[in-house]
């Protein structure tokens, strides 16, 4: 009888165990401690952007994801139909993928990180995506880092998205398709010239040379080997022209030593399987 009441004793002690591991497993698996690197790196650039400037009200999602070179894979690899291949370009880089063509794809994402370089971008609903190459190429240049981020965080605090298509429907619902794209892109050209400046005031804000930006541009060209013009078709500046507006604007550019330097507080909540890292300000 006493064996039986230490055989139950042992049982219970295992059950109890498996529960504890079991939920155990479920906090470690979203612990931030735990997350990938990258995303260290993002929650602290974020909060070094946030202890001086004003990021509104907002919850912001960040996701790292395989980049657009996953995409152009996938199309060379069949696949996927030409330009019907967005779907790689979001694919959670920091898992290996089972199934059909898993070793396609998983060799894709392998290649993608490699060979793939910076990109950013902002949604109009609060979503931020990096691909997990930006990480690489900007690593041991954290300032840097932070004006690409602060320019996406601009397109979002700014609506950008929203702005630019009622600009888009009020100026050009009486034009032909093509002058209206060229009408788009001019907009577009506009925006991202406005986010470059506004990144450059978060920078400004946080202490740093104030052609830190203008700095970070003209190494992210070069990185990039993007030293084209600009044309009518141009969705973003090309170089002459995008690093001569950053320039400009820090000529006049001078911060008001008697403004309040705002601060956003807020909570990050990390998880693991939707590959998401949240910024919730408080």
């Not at 370089?117 to 900007?138: D, L, N, Q």
Request: with cysteine; charged share 30%.
């Amino acid at each position: 009888m006493r064996a039986v009441k230490t055989w139950l004793k042992y049982a219970a002690a295992i059950a109890g165990g498996s529960f504890l591991i079991i939920g155990s497993n479920s906090y470690w698996q979203n612990s931030q401690l735990l997350m990938p690197s990258e995303y260290k790196t993002l929650k602290a650039t974020v909060n070094r952007l946030a202890s001086k400037n004003d990021l509104g009200d907002q919850t912001i999602t960040f996701s790292i994801t395989s980049g657009s070179k996953t995409r152009w894979n996938a199309e060379e690899l069949n696949l996927c139909k030409k330009d019907e291949c967005n779907f790689y370009t979001e694919l959670n880089p920091f898992k290996p993928y089972l199934g059909n063509s898993a070793e396609d794809v998983n060799e894709a994402i392998r290649q993608a990180y490699l060979f793939n370089g910076i990109e950013a971008y902002a949604w109009s609903h609060g979503v931020i995506t990096v691909s997990r190459s930006t990480f690489k190429s900007y690593e041991g240049k954290e300032d840097f880092f932070s004006c690409l981020i602060g320019h996406e965080l601009s397109h979002f605090l700014n609506n950008d998205v929203f702005k630019d298509s009622l600009r888009e429907g009020q100026e050009g619902k009486n034009l032909k398709e093509k002058k209206r794209e060229l009408l788009m892109n001019k907009i577009s050209r506009e925006s991202e010239s406005n986010a470059d400046i506004n990144a450059t005031k978060m920078i400004v804000n946080l202490g740093l040379p104030k052609d830190t930006c203008l700095t970070a541009y003209d190494f992210y060209a070069k990185h990039e080997g993007r030293g084209e013009e600009t044309k009518e078709d141009s969705s973003h500046p090309g170089y002459e022209d995008r690093y001569a507006a950053i320039e400009t604007f820090l000529k006049t550019y001078k911060p008001n030593p008697d403004q309040k330097i705002e601060e956003t507080k807020g909570k990050w909540k990390y998880n693991r399987d939707l590959n998401t890292l949240v910024f919730t300000p408080e």
